[in-house]
T-cell receptor, first 111, second 116 residues
Framework: DQQVKQNSPSLSVQEGRISILNCDYT??????FLWYKKYPAEGPTFLISISSIKDKNEDGRFTVFLNKSAKHLSLHIVPSQPGDSAVYFC??????????FGEGTQLTVNP | GAVVSQHPSWVICKSGTSVKIECRSLDFQATTMFWYRQFPKQSLMLMATSNEGSKATYEQGVEKDKFLINHASLTLSTLTVTSAHPEDSSFYIC????????????FGPGTRLTVL
């Protein structure tokens, strides 16, 4: 039972444009959500997180939106840069419990 | 800050042998450490959670006698894959947290295990 889903395995955008990565979840107990960035043969790097009491959190070029009623969150990267090319994982937890990861989305930003 | 290292970064071993992977938090004390496994183009799957000084909690379907976890100090956890088989070949990643919750996990660079 995949509780966190990233339905797009890949996404390709032009440099300077917006990248939108999507994530859906099924467990209504999740109340904390995170996005990680991962390069091949490396561990994930934390990007940004959001608590369920918020619907938006922004950090520089990265913004995460949470729609609790739809059980959907998205990561917006603007403007996208070639160095953003990586696999992006969303993860969810209910506090005090473990992280559940999505399958990941490979983002490619073309110069 | 918040650096987690893993050693080795890659290892190749023969079927039937045991392999130990170390995970260290370099600049903080890790109350909790987590071990994940990732197959190609798949998600990170949590294998077990360990708190310093106590037994690890394994996820359903993970054999605790095969994947031995020791969290002997606040800066070191080890994962030993015993009697490794080719199907154990995978990318193993650890993470560490200063807290007992999962909010702030810092990940290691991972270890690529290949069992021949």
């Amino acid at each position: 039972d995949q509780q966190v889903k990233q339905n797009s395995p890949s996404l390709s955008v032009q440099e300077g444009r917006i990248s939108i990565l999507n994530c859906d979840y099924t467990n209504s107990m999740f109340d904390y959500f995170l996005w990680y960035k991962k390069y091949p043969a490396e561990g994930p790097t934390f990007l940004i997180s959001i608590s369920s009491i918020k619907d938006k959190n922004e950090d520089g070029r990265f913004t995460v939106f949470l729609n609790k009623s739809a059980k959907h969150l998205s990561l917006h990267i603007v403007p996208s840069q070639p160095g953003d090319s990586a696999v992006y994982f969303c993860a969810a937890s209910d506090r005090g419990s473990r992280l559940t990861f999505g399958e990941g989305t490979q983002l490619t930003v073309n110069p | 800050g918040a650096v987690v290292s893993q050693h080795p970064s890659w290892v190749i071993c023969k079927s039937g042998t045991s392999v130990k992977i170390e995970c260290r938090s370099l600049d903080f004390q890790a109350t909790t450490m987590f071990w994940y496994r990732q197959f190609p183009k798949q998600s990170l799957m949590l294998m077990a959670t360990s708190n310093e000084g106590s037994k690890a909690t394994y996820e359903q379907g993970v054999e605790k006698d095969k994947f031995l976890i020791n969290h002997a100090s606040l800066t070191l956890s080890t994962l030993t894959v015993t009697s490794a088989h080719p199907e154990d070949s995978s990318f193993y990643i650890c993470s560490a947290s200063e807290q007992t919750t999962t909010d702030t996990q810092y990940f290691g660079p991972g270890t690529r295990l290949t069992v021949l």
